[in-house]
């Protein structure tokens, strides 16, 4: 397993990333304090500058494990299931240009969290997975053409309306015949909506393709009262080489949240 730590290029107004808004030093921090790699969080894959990043990821021996479409929806608003087409077709095309970023970075999984949007009333449940399944396969015809995997993740009730559990998305990724699509889970997520996190775990299987390490507080790993003993014995145990990307909140201040979690995970893995 590798270490990835959270890093947005432009502020965002509320997010658990621990270097929000300062990209520059989350790479040279990552580099410091023995990361693998940088989890990109952007709303617009235009505000990157790729030849740059590039160069430092190079300089640095990093590279990017992920990129993050949720401040698509939490800063632009834009999302699959929005009653207006005018706005899906934005966010449908806004994935694809998060995808082509991923694949110029040198193969990042893309994750699709809020940007799935929720599931609206006026619409119907039915209808809302429909257009959600739609953005994700028009993203899927992208991604088969540059090797890039999508992760769905599975997010708390309090800020989703659908697809809290692990069992869901297992459920829900049934729906594509590809290999290009898994599970990602968060443990702060999971320690609102599983009963048993490593059980879930388990139960992913060969699904599972992303990890949010976190803790109960949103705070980074061993701050919190998340069984991480259990979470690494469970993630070794099917064979999980992928990432673990610490998604947590600044806090006490963001050198504090990534030398921590470094120190933590690192003995645990």
């Not at 790729?50 to 590279?63: H, I, N, P, S």
């Not at 399944?133 to 053409?145: N, S």
């Not at 069984?227 to 050198?255: C, H, R, T, W």
Request: proline fraction near 4%; hydrophobic fraction near 40%; aromatic fraction near 6%.
């Amino acid at each position: 397993m590798k270490l990835s730590l959270t890093a947005s290029c432009r502020r965002a107004t509320f997010a658990p990333i621990v270097y929000n808004g300062q990209l520059e030093e989350a790479v040279n921090k990552a580099s410091e304090f023995g990361f693998h790699a940088i989890e990109l969080h952007i709303a617009d894959p235009r505000h990157v500058d790729r030849r740059w990043l590039k160069e430092r990821l190079e300089k640095e021996g990093l590279a990017i494990s992920t990129i993050g479409t949720g401040l698509t929806y939490v800063e632009e608003r834009l999302s699959f299931t929005d009653p207006d087409e005018s706005i899906r077709k934005k966010a449908r095309e806004r994935l694809k240009e998060h995808i082509e970023l991923a694949h110029d970075l040198g193969g990042a999984k893309v994750i699709i969290g809020t940007i799935k949007g929720p599931i609206r009333p006026e619409l119907g449940e039915k209808r809302c997975f429909d257009l959600i399944t739609q953005g994700i396969e028009e993203g899927l015809e992208v991604a088969a053409k540059k090797g890039i995997e999508m992760v769905v993740e599975a997010i708390n009730r309090y800020e989703s309306n659908s697809l809290n559990t692990v069992e869901q998305v297992l459920e829900f990724i049934r729906r594509f015949d590809s290999n290009l699509i898994g599970i990602h889970v968060d443990t702060f997520h999971m320690n609102i909506e599983e009963r048993d996190i490593a059980e879930s775990i388990r139960r992913a299987g060969r699904n599972l393709r992303h990890v949010h390490a976190v803790d109960s507080n949103r705070w980074y790993p061993g701050a919190g009262h998340v069984p991480f003993d259990s979470v690494i014995a469970a993630l070794k145990e099917i064979g999980y080489q992928e990432y673990l990307a610490v998604e947590a909140l600044p806090l006490p201040d963001p050198d504090t949240a990534a030398r921590k979690t470094r120190e933590f995970l690192g003995q645990l893995i």
